[in-house]
């Protein structure tokens, strides 16, 4: 089976650094998304990984480590923009990638 | 690139009714995905097709549900009857083979069946 868990909801300040996590355990893995999802919006495409390991992308980054079944997105430098839905999606890419719940991410000011 | 592109983007239907969403991927994907989004049970995968081959329907929860992909560059999912659990929005993905880009996700269907 697929199982995902994020945290449902956090909040952070303007220009503050946060980090959401995710845990996994499926089937078949080689590799795991994040995607970001504004409310009423498509989500889209943030970062994949594939090694364990660190992958930065500007103000977004992403770790993974596949023993552990763990990844975590780390937003720096908070904007009121990056007020959304971050989704992890973990499996095999091209086929059955299992999305999880998300974390509602609310930036105050 | 205009995307992927879904239609229509709002469909209000009654129970009963047949209900046909409709997907353009990205020229040049070759993977193309249909899921479904609602507040209870998140993003969920109904089938995904690699090469316009159907390869793995098993998240298609009922028969009522039907999906095809007659040509690279078209695709549809079919409810016959809809009913009111129906209601979500829906959502076409599409993809290159390599995972360097992601999925890139349509706007979306929001369904709703009364």
């Known amino acids: 089976g697929q199982n995902i868990d994020q945290p449902t909801e956090m909040t952070a300040t303007e220009g503050a650094i946060v980090q959401i996590n995710c845990t996994y355990q499926t089937s078949g893995f080689n590799g795991l998304f994040w995607y970001q999802q504004h409310a009423g919006e498509a989500p889209t495409f943030l970062s994949y990984n594939v090694l364990d390991g660190l992958e930065e992308k500007g103000r977004f980054s992403s770790f993974l480590s596949r023993s552990k079944g763990y990844s975590y997105l780390l937003l720096k430098e908070l904007q009121m923009k990056d007020s959304a839905s971050y989704l992890c999606?973990?499996?095999?890419?091209?086929?059955?990638?299992?999305f999880g719940p998300g974390t509602r991410l609310s930036v105050l000011p | 690139d205009a995307g992927v592109i879904q239609s229509p983007r709002h469909e209000v239907t009654e129970m009963g009714q047949e209900v046909t969403l409709r997907c353009k991927p990205i020229s040049g994907h070759n993977s193309l995905f249909w899921y479904r989004q609602t507040m209870m049970r998140g993003l969920e995968l109904l089938i995904y097709?690699?090469?316009?081959?159907?390869?793995?329907d098993s998240g298609m929860p009922e028969d009522r549900f039907s999906a095809k992909m007659p040509n690279a560059s078209f695709s549809t999912l079919k409810i016959q009857p809809s009913e009111p659990r129906d209601s979500a929005v829906y959502f076409c993905?599409?993809?290159?083979?390599?995972?360097?880009?992601?999925?890139?996700f349509g706007s979306g269907t929001r369904l709703t069946v009364v």
């Open positions: 097709f690699n090469n316009n081959v159907p390869i793995d």
């Open positions: 993905a599409s993809s290159l083979a390599v995972p360097r880009y992601g999925y890139t």
């Open positions: 999606a973990a499996g095999h890419y091209g086929q059955n990638f299992v």
